[in-house]
C-alpha cells in the first residue's frame, strides 16, 4: 500500500518546487531526480497495491517503498526546520543573520547528502521491482472487483419471509413504478455496501403487480469492472427471453446498443442496473432506453449519490436513500439469524445487544454476525464475549465475515489516493464519536492532504474531499445544518474498524487507548482516546507530526503534556489538545515552528503568551472555550493564520489587521479602549468568510460599515452590540450606513437595539439565514424585504426582535424558507399565514410569545412536518366567548401535522 504515500509526497513536493526554489538553492537539484522517480512509480503502484497481498516479496518491496517516502517527508521538513531561523535588528542582528547563513550552508550541505542516499534506495526498489512491471495496467478497483465476489448473487436468493425492514421501502418503490405517468421514469435505490439495495430492488423486481405491468423485463449487474458488450448481450439474452442470437456475438456495443433500443421502442418495459459506480457508466448506457410514452422504468442502485442523482435528473428525482434498520428492526432481524426464532438466553441478552450495536442497523453486518454467532454454543459465554471484545479483529481473521470486508473494500479500493488518505484518518475520533465536519476540514489542510488548487483555498479543496466521502455514503449524517451542509457525522462501527486496520498497515495513524500502544517504529501521527498511559516519553514518537487528543482522556495536564512534547519530534505540524486538563499555555508549543494546527479547545488556559509570535505557519487556532480574553500583540505575526476562533469576548490587539489571510474571526471583542482602531483593521481582512463582533459601542457602528464594504468574501456575520447589564438589553446597534450588504452573505445574526431595518438586508440575494435578537422593531419593512430574498431557509427573531403585536405573513412570500422560530417576543398576539405564504415551510417553533390563539392560516402550511409551541396559555383571551376562544384554540387546525409538541401554561 505504497501508494498512498508515494502520491502523497509528490503534492508535497510540487508546491515547494515552484514556491521555494530560494530556498532550496542547493538541495533542489536531489529534490526534483527523486520526484521524477516518484511519477514513474506511481502507475505502477495503484495496481501492485492490489496485487502485493498474493505476492509477499512485492509486499516487502511495497513496504519498503512506502517507507523511503516518509523518510524523504521527514529529511524535507526536517531542512525547512533548520532554516526557519530569525533574525533580529541592528548590529546583533545583521551577526546573527550572518551566523546563520553559515548554519545554513551546512544545513544544506547535510540534508543533500541526506536526500543522495535517499535517492539510492529509490534505485535499488525501482530495480527489484522490475520483474513484477508486467503486473496489467487497471485500477485497483478493477482488480478487486474481479477477484472477489461481495454476495450480490446470495442477496438474489434470500426469500422474502427471511427479510426485515422491507416492508414500507418496497411499498413506496412499487408506487412509484406503478405510477400511471406516460414518460420514462428512472428510479434510483442510493446507499452504503450492505444496506440491502439489492435485496429490495429484487423484491420489487418479483413483485407480481410489477411483473404484470411490464412487457419487457431485464436484470443487469454493472459493478465497478462492466465489460460493456458483455453487458448489452447479458441484457439482450433476457429480452429476448433466449439464447444471444448468433449474428449479434460479434457484433461491437454501438450496434448491440441499437438492437435494445429498437427492441425496446415498442415495449413498455422495466431494467434494473444494479451496483452502478459512476456517472460515466451510467452515460455510456443511458441512451439505449428510448422515452415511448409507455410508462417503461429503469431502477438504478448505487452507493454513490451523484450517481443517482444524474441517473434521474429528468425523471422528477425519483430517489429512494436505503436508511439502517431500527434498534427494533434490527434485533428482530438477529433473532431469525441467530436463535431461529427461539428465546435468547437471558445470560447471552446483553453480549447480543452489544454485538447487535456494533452492527448500527447494518442488515449485511447483522446477517453475517448473526450466521457467524449461530454456530456457537449459547452455553460458552466466553466465546461470545470473545466476538465481543474483537469485532474488529474479527474482520481480518474470521473467514465467515471476510464477505462484509469485501464489502467496505471495494468502496475503498475505488477512492483514488487523495480520498484514501482522508478517509482513513478519520479513524482518529473514537467510536461513536459525533464528526465536526469544520474540524475535520481544518485537520485534512494543515496535515497537507488538502491543498490549493485551481484558485481554490486548501479549506475549500478539504471540503470537496469531505463531500464526496459524504456523496459515496462512506460517512453518515447525524446532523444537518441549512448553511454549509452537514454539521455533524459519524462513522459506521464496522467501517471505522476497516480503517483502523488499513491505518494501522499503512503507518497513517497510530492510535492509544489506554492499552499497551503497539508501535510502528516510527510513530507518524497518535490519537489520544482514553489515557495517556505508556505515551509519555515514547521514542517511537521522534517522528511524529500529529499529537491529537480526541475524547475525555485521562492523566493529561500540563505536566505529561510537557512531557509527551520534550520527548517528540520538533517535526509536529498538527497538534490538537482539546479538552485537556490545561491550566496555562505549555512553553514547548511555542518552539514547534513548524506547526499548523494548534487547539486548545474546552482547556482552562487563560494567557496567551508573546511567544506564540514564533509560530509562523500556524493557520488554526482554535480557542474555543478556552478562558482567553485577551491575545497578545504578537499574534500581529502569525500572517499565515486563517483560522481564529474563540468562544468568549476576546480582546484583540490594533496588529489583527496584518492577518491578510484570515478566513474565520470569532468572537472579538470591540474593546473599551481602541475599538473604533480594531474595526477599522477588520476592513484590511479581506479574505474573512466568518466574522463575530461582540460588545460593539454605538459610536462604532459607522466604522464597522465602512470595513464590511471591503470584506466581500463574508458569508457568515455576528455583530452584538455591547450589553447593559441585563440579559436581553442591549446598547443601540448602528449599521445604517452600510450601502450595501456583503454580495455572498449566508448568515446573518444581529443583537441589538435597531432603530430601523436595515435598508441593505433586501439586496442579501445569497441570504440562507437570519437571527435577529433585542432589534425591537415595530415596521413591517423587516417582512417586506425579507420575504423576497430567494434562498431565505431559516427565519429567527428573539428576545423582543419584534415589538408589534401581529406578524402577517403574505401570500407568495417565503418562498424557499423552511424553518422559523419566533420566541420571547413579548408584545406578540397574534400570527397570521397566508394562503400562499410559506409553501415549503416545514418546521415552526413559537415559545414564550402571549398568543391569543394558534396561528391563522397554520392549515395552508402543507408541507408542515414539526410544530413546537411552548408555554402556551389556553385559557386566553379573556374578552372573548368561549365559541370564538375554542375556533382559537382548535387542536384539527393542527391535525395535518405529523409532529407536535404543545407546551400548556394555564395562568390564573
Sequence with gaps: MAEIAVSFLIDQLKPLLQKEARLLGGVREEVVPIKDELDRMKAFLRVADAKEKDDKQLQVLVEQLREVAYDTEDVLD???????????????????KIACSIKSLKARHQIASKLRKIKARFDNISKSLEPFRNIEQGSSSAVIGDTWSDGRGDALLIEEGQLVGIEEPKKQLIGWLLDNDSPLKVVSVVGMGGLGKTTLVKKVFENEQVKAQFQSHAWITVSQSFNMVE??????????GGALPQRMETTNDNELKEVIKEFLREQRYVVVLDDVWSIGAWDGIKHIFPNNNCGSCVIVTTRILDVAKASCLESLDYIYEMKVLSDEQSWTLFYKKTFKDKTCPSHLENISREILRKCGGLPLAIVVLGGVLALKDTSRIDEWMMVQRNLGGELEDNDKLERIKKIFSLSYFDLPYYLKICFLYLCIFPEDHEIEKGQVIRLWAA???????ERKLAEEVAEGYFNELLNRSLIQVMEKQYVGGPKRCR??????DFIISKSRELNIVTL?????????????????????????????F??????????????????????????????????????????????????????????????????????????????????????VTELPIEIGKLRKLRYLVADYLVVVPVEIGNLSFLQKLRSISAGE???????????????????????????DGKILCSSLEKLGNLRTLLVCAQERGKWNEFELLDLKTLSSGPPLLQKLHLRGHL???????????????????????RDDHLLQWLQDLPNLQVMVFQLDAYVGEELCFKAGGFKSLKYLSLFVLKELRWVRFEQGAMLHLEELKIGRCDLMGYPFGIEHLTNLRSIELDEVDKLKPQNLSDRDRDDAWDDNKLAHIPHRDIWSCHRT
Design 447 to 453: 496535515e497537507g492532504f488538502a491543498q490549493e488548487k
Design 491 to 496: 462513522i459506521h462501527d464496522l467501517l471505522r
Design 512 to 540: 492509544a487507548s489506554g492499552k499497551a500502544i503497539l508501535c510502528p517504529q516510527k510513530v507518524r501521527r497518535l490519537a489520544l482516546h482514553n489515557s495517556s498511559r505508556n505515551v509519555e516519553e515514547n521514542k517511537c
Design 755 to 777: 432603530e430601523e431595518t436595515p435598508h441593505w438586508i433586501a439586496s442579501l440575494h445569497s441570504l440562507v439565514s437570519v437571527n435577529l435578537r433585542g432589534s425591537k422593531l
Design 78 to 96: 526536517e531542512f525547512m526546520l533548520r532554516l526557519a531561523h530569525h533574525h533580529g535588528g541592528g548590529f546583533y542582528g545583521f551577526l546573527h
Design 542 to 627: 521522534e517522528r511524529l507530526r500529529s499529537l491529537l487528543v480526541v475524547g475525555e482522556v485521562e492523566g493529561l495536564d500540563n505536566s505529561s503534556v510537557s512531557s509527551i512534547l520534550r520527548g517528540a519530534s520538533k517535526l509536529l505540524t498538527v497538534l490538537d489538545l482539546r479538552g485537556v486538563s490545561l491550566e496555562t499555555f505549555p512553553p514547548e508549543v511555542s518552539e514547534l515552528v513548524l506547526l499548523r494546527y494548534l487547539s486548545l479547545r474546552n482547556t482552562n488556559v487563560k494567557f496567551i503568551p508573546g511567544s506564540i509570535g514564533k509560530l509562523r505557519n500556524l493557520e488554526t487556532l482554535d480557542l474555543k472555550y478556552a478562558l
Design 231 to 240: 453487458l448489452l448481450k447479458s441484457m439482450i439474452k433476457q429480452l429476448y
Design 673 to 699: 479602549v481602541n475599538g473604533n482602531i480594531i474595526m477599522r483593521e477588520v476592513g484590511k481582512l479581506t479574505q474573512l468568510k466568518s466574522l463575530n463582533i461582540l460588545g460593539l459601542k454605538t459610536e
